[in-house]
């Protein structure tokens, strides 16, 4: 029988699998269970995947299909009866397919949605077991009223209040000797409607109060349900979780690529967007909300709700991103001294922004810690609770710029530092990203200096044609070449080296890891001088920002490193560990726990008490600025240096053959 | 040398001035000081007036123009450089005159508005005299930062707030351990613009805080003035005041017609119009909000400030107009049972409702005691104060409906009846409004029952040509046949008496005030048995109303009536109590006080604390509605009778000559 190779995204699980299986069941045989609620007879449509294959940049759709079965009639029926679902999506006919359906006729590479995943989980667990007590912000209770009559014609809003305080269980406090009712209040566009509602209802109402103080909403009748959205805008992808705020459900998740990326990369060049450009703001603004409108449309079609039914958004990101979504201009974020405009959490009615919900709900935007330290860092913090533990805690979050937190319940401290797109595989001459095709492992031997390597996609090593090298090979590589003594602790190529794979091509020295007819490519796919200095640069910071926040500590290693997103996931720990990207910790207390921003974002949507436990927690979080003084930027230049020829990381020391003392780290070691 | 009538309103003073007289001279001989700060010289514009003469139905510019000397070269000149005055105003050429420069040549009535008017007031004194303390909601503090810098780079928002906490004097609160100004928020359109306003002023802003609350707004520098506007939103006319919060010092004044009138006359019809046409509710929310707008850019201008610097609006009105300015539906208000939407006073953003003023302005309304008992009454209870009184008083504000409060500091009651437009002059065959021509006095001789009458205008008595009789003529007309015995105790006209002026018409009986000869229309001027029912049905809803609520408060009569709105400024308080129209009393216990619902707005205006008493006040008002039973449409018919022939009240007996038994109105009385 012949066999496929699958891997399912985003959790990266591989396999072989039989030809003729559908995805679903493969996906089963790997343990990613895949819903379906109509028994794999293609009418239910919740086991929706999406056929990603080939590099980001070029999507081959007619390769694609022959790995996979054509559309059965039943499948071709699914889709033809929901013609506006593709899109909306944005997706392409041959590119979502239902998994019940499809069978594996060759190599592919899968994307399950969230919404198509089963075992859902309230919030994903992290390193820690936790289970998320639901305590929304918005708490619904079912008034029943007496009509009002001639003898008592109370108001609508006095009536409902009144009401209210019986559903509420409100008591009345011991100083005042007003109704408790009477510190309630009634959001404006919910009273316009108030009047109507209750008489179509007869009376009869469900009331959705924010915070035990504002009514917000008022439905007919009895109504069980309302939703939140939590939304991590990160500077590359808005990821959209909608929630059930009484059962702490996730009901849909979407995820788009941020449209402010036109407008610039990084977030520098937007906040220089926002300067040189007329209404620069207001576009970036636009996009992002605009997105954000998009995003909960979609979500809300999933969960099969209205819009209306949506009662908060809580907002997490970046510091620029923060400010772009609320429209403040984000100019003081990128100039020194580097100020937000506020610190605070804030609660912003939807409508203020035009985010399209109920248009009394509110939007909550976690507190932003200082300007490269954002309401993103917050919600990492919210996840992991570093604050809540006796051990010291280092919280890493790296993407083109690092957020470094440590510390424990008596005390966190905060830093980042930019380490440049080098660890995501860009700015590297032959990275790419993990897809089929791209090394992803490399090893040397240190005798004979030759290397292995395994590719995205191939089960055993030194198989298949390589394409690139993605992030976390780029790491290996540069863990290995030092390891094997290719390189010197400062990164240099050392002369002399008995090996054809080590040559100095035009601009350098360079190691060849594979040749060009081991390549999909025909060129040779070495790791360059400037590809180890790139790395270099990468740790150097990372380190420097760890060493410092260790010091201002009085500590010399953390107990505990977690490493939050996508870059935590994908890279060998132990490596890092090596060349000093993270610092010397057991490896077995070093824990990747995904997108712990995203998560973060929904706990504070599920539980009201955690906002303002978080809220507490970054007014006391202590941040440093990295210096930039000349005697610092030396620092810095000496941490480029891998530092442990001499004195090794001891977690890793078994790792390293050979010891050659190297002053220059160990001075700066000290 | 030739003298010429002048009259001047609002203030209603009338005399005789010299032919060639300016306007200004003649208003300061007659005791209405007009403002003027450029000497005389046609350059300030503060002394403007308008001309008012002839019906309001139609106005006749050619007999205006003769009865004053054209405008000089310099008035004329004034008006060539201001082009958009007269449109924005709605004002014509010729209408509108500079006062100092405009002589007298014939009869005039004139219109000071309240914009020129010397001898301004922070609030109109009424009948008790009081000045308004000066504890706005609004408060402005200077506050001088210390830039950002690397070592301390806190947030603008916290930074600014940490300096307001300095600024205003907030102390730490025993119990918290957070600092006060933890407590403070931003409105968000002001956050929106802080970063930029605080660097552009160097770190020197003067900031205005709302409540002690909320910041609304960030100025550069040291800014010592914000401004406030109290209106008095009428069925028929909006009424705007332009304050200074700090000094409340009356700035502007502009009104305008009602809008919304070309929908329907009375609230009834308006109400009825939101119920019959697709957003019918949100044409007359629209109406009301553009000419709020279009009051505000006036007073702006006159006050030379721009709108932007108006950082709240107080509303009054009716339960009506208040649901409408809010854009609330007032279906309810209008069937039984009678409720409004909501009585607690409302703080809204300005920006909620399209008002153009400071975006983060707050707009508050006053509470409504009931569907016909508005924040108009509220406003007025609060300008009077009868809740502060040991006596029991007795306000009442007619309109086509009217309004009644009765009580002291233990206890308020209030209750509204429809009186109908005859008070006003509607609904009288030759009523009219209170221009020249208008018969404005009657008597009539108890012997030879000729009448004597007085014409608006001129000095003498039975002098001048008439057109019309206006209100204060009818009550006046109405008491006098009764008191002579024309008509009896239930408003008949008895038979048998000998004069001509008594006679029967098609329509019934009338009595002839004025003959064709003594007219300018040609025709005689009669008071008509029609009339004189109109008045009847008027008074029996006032007599009942005010009766139930002094039974209900177990008093016989009140120890002071306050009489508020136009009504009582015109009226014989003598006759009105004389037919009943109002309960007796000493009669120099009996006050007009003028709009009051428009004083009340300035004192909320000015006032927190007033703000916070009337919300107390009102939600312990007990309002009884009249019944509608036929028992009680009994009691009704028979207060339509003059009941004090037999029993007369007590302060006016001693007009009546002759008193014979009437038993149906003994019956009412006991």
């Known amino acids: 029988m012949k066999k496929h190779n699958i891997i399912l995204q985003p959790s990266g699980r591989r396999g072989q699998v039989e030809q003729g299986q559908s995805i679903r069941s493969a996906a089963r045989d790997l343990g990613v269970e895949i819903e379906s609620i109509c028994a794999e007879n293609a009418t239910c449509g919740k ?26 009639p039943e499948e071709t029926a699914y889709f033809a009866r929901r013609p506006r679902l593709l899109k909306e999506k944005g997706w392409e006919l041959g590119q979502v397919r239902l998994s019940c359906q499809c069978r594996v006729q060759g190599d592919v590479l899968i994307h399950v949605p969230e919404e198509s995943r089963g075992n859902k989980q309230i919030v994903r667990k992290t390193a820690r077991e936790r289970a998320i ?32 305080e019986t559903s509420m269980g409100l008591v009345r406090r011991g100083e005042s000797n007003l109704p408790r009712w009477f510190e309630l209040s009634i959001d404006y566009p919910c009273l316009r409607t108030l009047s109507a509602t209750l008489r179509a209802a007869k009376w009869k109402v469900t009331v959705s109060v924010w915070q035990d103080r504002e009514v917000i909403d008022v439905q007919p009748g009895y109504a069980e349900d309302s939703y939140g959205a939590a939304v991590d805008i990160g500077s590359t992808t808005i990821a959209l979780y909608l929630c059930n705020l009484r059962t702490g459900e996730l009901v849909a998740a979407e995820s788009e690529m941020n449209p402010q990326i036109v407008y610039g990369e990084d977030v520098m060049s937007r906040i220089q967007y926002t300067i040189e450009h007329k209404d620069g703001l207001g576009k970036l603004h636009k996009a992002v909300i605009s997105t954000l409108n998009k995003l909960l449309k979609l979500a809300a ?17 970046n510091s620029t991103m923060h400010h772009l979504v609320l429209n403040l201009p984000p100019r003081d974020l990128g100039l020194a001294p580097f100020v937000p405009a506020i610190h605070a959490s804030m609660d912003v009615k939807a409508r203020e922004l035009g985010l399209g919900i109920n248009p009394c709900g509110n939007v909550h935007v976690l507190p932003t810690i200082a300007s490269f330290v ?27 710029n690092a957020e470094l937190v440590l510390g424990n319940r008596r005390r966190l401290v905060c830093t980042s530092t930019p380490t440049g797109p080098a660890l995501e595989g860009a700015h590297v001459e032959y990275g790419m990203r993990a897809a089929p095709g791209a090394i992803e492992r490399v090893q040397i031997d240190e005798r004979t200096l030759e290397p292995r390597y395994k590719i995205v996609g191939e089960e055993a090593w030194n198989t298949g044609k390589a394409k690139g090298i993605c992030g976390s090979a780029i790491i290996d590589a540069v863990a290995e070449l030092y390891r094997t003594g290719i390189v010197d602790s400062r990164g240099k190529f050392k002369p002399g080296l008995d090996s054809k794979r ?10 060849v890891i594979a040749w060009a007819e081991e390549t999909s490519i025909g060129r040779d796919i070495p790791m360059t001088q400037q590809d180890v200095r790139q790395i270099q640069l990468a740790k150097a910071a990372l380190f420097v920002a760890a060493r410092t926040l260790l010091k201002r500590s009085n500590l010399q290693n953390p107990d505990k490193i977690i490493l939050a997103g996508g870059f935590g996931s994908y890279i060998d720990k132990e490596k890092a560990m090596l060349i000093g990207l993270i610092p010397d ?18 706990i504070a949507l599920l539980n009201l008490e955690k906002r303002r436990e978080i809220d507490s927690v970054t007014r006391k979080v202590e941040r440093f600025e990295l210096p930039t003084d000349p005697e610092f930027q030396n620092q810095f230049m000496l941490a480029t240096s891998f530092p442990h020829m001499s004195e090794p990381f001891e977690h890793v020391a078994h790792l390293i053959p050979h010891r050659k003392a190297d002053p220059m780290a160990k001075n700066f070691m000290k």
Chains 1, 2 share one sequence.
Not at 379 to 399: F, K, S
């Open 374 to 400: 954002g309401a993103d860092t917050s919600a990492m913090i919210m996840a992991e609770e570093p604050h809540n533990q006796d051990e010291n805690w280092l919280l890493i979050d790296v993407g083109t």
């Open 301 to 317: 079609r999933t969960a099969g709700i209205k819009t209306e039914e949506i009662l908060e958004v809580v907002l997490v990101g």
């Open 585 to 602: 910790c057991e490896l077995e207390r070093v824990f990747a726990v995904g997108n712990a921003a995203g998560d973060g974002a929904r």
């Open 47 to 72: 086991c929706l995947v999406l056929i990603e294959e080939g590099r980001f940049e070029k999507y081959d759709i007619e390769s694609k299909r022959e790995h996979l079965s054509p559309p059965t």
């Open 502 to 511: 080590i040559r100095e091509s035009g601009n350098g020295w360079e190691y």
């Open 133 to 164: 007590e639901i305590k929304p912000s918005i708490r619904k209770y079912l008034v029943e009223l007496n009509p009002p009559n001639l003898v008592r014609p109370l108001a609508d809003w006095e009536r409902l209040a009144k009401g209210l």
